[in-house]
Nanobody
Framework: QVQLVESGGGLVQAGGSLSLSCAAS????????VGWVRQAPGKEREFVSA????????YYADSVKGRFTISRDNTKNTAYLQMDSLKPEDTAVYYC????????????????WGRGTQVTVSS
């Protein structure tokens, strides 16, 4: 199985940027599609973005399209989420997830999850 550890969260003002990383260990990340999912207080988990194993196909939630960029470096066993033009409504715990199944345009039952990293955007 693969273990995932997120990093890069923090506090930022509206309009600012953060870059999240998801470091994988245990198995090669290239075996998995990778997604970012977030959960705000009192709300359900929400799909943010996903990326295919190696051909670069990406999907984004409408709420982040044009502001967030997902990427991965399989040689470093790491996936990334670059977040620009952040808004207070982006405040949430951000989770990295991986799955051996096909890429999904939206929320899915990922097999592996990290513990999450907090992102707080102040107005």
């Amino acid at each position: 199985q693969v273990q995932l550890v997120e990093s890069g969260g923090g506090l930022v003002q509206a309009g600012g940027s953060l870059s999240l990383s998801c470091a994988a260990s245990g198995r090669a990340l290239i075996r998995y599609t990778v997604g970012w999912v977030r959960q705000a207080p009192g709300k359900e988990r929400e799909f943010v973005s996903a990326i295919s194993r190696s051909d670069g196909t990406t999907y984004y939630a409408d709420s982040v399209k044009g502001r967030f960029t997902i990427s991965r470096d399989n040689t470093k066993n790491t996936a990334y989420l670059q977040m620009d033009s952040l808004k207070p409504e982006d405040t949430a715990v951000y989770y990295c997830a991986a799955d051996p199944g096909p890429l999904s345009r939206g929320m899915k039952e990922y097999q592996y999850w990290g513990r999450g990293t907090q992102v707080t955007v102040s107005s």
